[in-house]
Nanobody, 119 residues
Framework: QVQLVESGGGLVQAGGSLRLSCAASGGIFSINDMGWYRQAPGKQRELVAIISSGGRTNYADSVKGRFTISRDNAKNTVYLQMNSLKPDDTAVYHC?????????????WGQGTQVTVSS
């Protein structure tokens, strides 16, 4: 019932922009931290950006100044605006969120959306 669905990935030229969206649905009482992670083939998953329930944000050093994470609580959605994209940004981007459902808080992962940045 509870799920995270990502969208907005695709192919873009270096220097271009993409905006990723992650929508949470399914009887959610509230959303705590939400974030974006990415994983390229042969590499470990890495944190890209996190936004807390209070709106505090943290970014990986590699994306600071280029990416912006935001959230719309009314829509249960987190966004990742990616500007000045580089080929090294190519990866599958996964949404992650801690969601309060019922009496507990559970962690959920989206299925991922592919971002490919060409030279």
């Amino acid at each position: 019932q509870v799920q995270l669905v990502e969208s907005g990935g695709g192919l873009v030229q270096a220097g271009g922009s993409l905006r990723l969206s992650c929508a949470a649905s399914g009887g959610i009482f509230s959303i705590n931290d939400m974030g974006w992670y990415r994983q390229a083939p042969g590499k470990q998953r890495e944190l890209v950006a996190i936004i807390s329930s209070g709106g505090r944000t943290n970014y990986a050093d590699s994306v600071k100044g280029r990416f912006t994470i935001s959230r719309d609580n009314a829509k249960n959605t987190v966004y990742l605006q990616m500007n000045s994209l580089k080929p090294d940004d190519t990866a599958v981007y996964h949404c992650n969120a801690n969601l309060k459902v019922g009496l507990g808080v559970n962690n959920y992962w989206g299925q991922g959306t592919q971002v490919t940045v060409s030279s």
